[in-house]
């Protein structure tokens, strides 16, 4: 064997080690993360990392937050049938741990799910689910996050009202800058909708706190849009 042919050969023996040595070191890292903190971790993944990482791991709470990562890329992606897969297996999961919190995140994964196939009752039945959790154990970030995409869905279809009703709630609860904008925009759209174009020039000044778009590409485009 040449040298040359040799050195090939170490160079990928060592990136078959390399990679699951990499894989067990972020699965440690992660579980000893707060949920906020895993899904930042996780969303600054590519998206074939999180998918090994689903596979490399055992911690049941690691495990969901991965998969409530792996949700949100398909649901950006449009991947319908990828995304309800990730929402039903959060479900499972979450009610396999026990925890109120993680139940509460994946039926509003769940709902996001179902908007997906416009299929609007079980969206609504899932996201008042998740709602109704998150209420019973004050999580103000899951209250603010789920009556923000039930207020979504009223916005699609054309009850604005209810909309504007369900985002004004989702304020109250003290939403951080990326659901507070995304409900300020949705809030203008209802009222332009309504003839308040007064209320929805507020409304969009008030969106208008996202620093980092590239934090949160596709909110940053929609209020760009509604402004």
Known sequence: MSYISFHLLLQRWSLRLIVP???FAQVGFAHAQPLDSLSN???????????????ATEDQRTLFMIKSSLFGRYLYKNDQEQAMVKAREQVDLAERIGNDSLISRSFISLGGAFAMVNDINSALKYFTVGLEVAERIHD?????LATKEIGIVYGWNGDDRSALRYMQRCLTYGAKDGIRAR????????YLALGS??????????ADILTEPGRDPFGYAVYQTAL
């Open 21 to 23: 040595v990499a894989l």
């Open 41 to 55: 971790y996780f969303r600054g993944l590519p998206l074939d990392s999180v998918e090994q990482l689903e596979r």
């Open 140 to 144: 103000s970030t899951m209250c603010g």
């Open 183 to 190: 409900a300020m925009t949705v809030m203008v759209r209802s």
């Open 197 to 206: 174009v007064d209320s929805a020039f507020y409304c969009a000044q008030q």
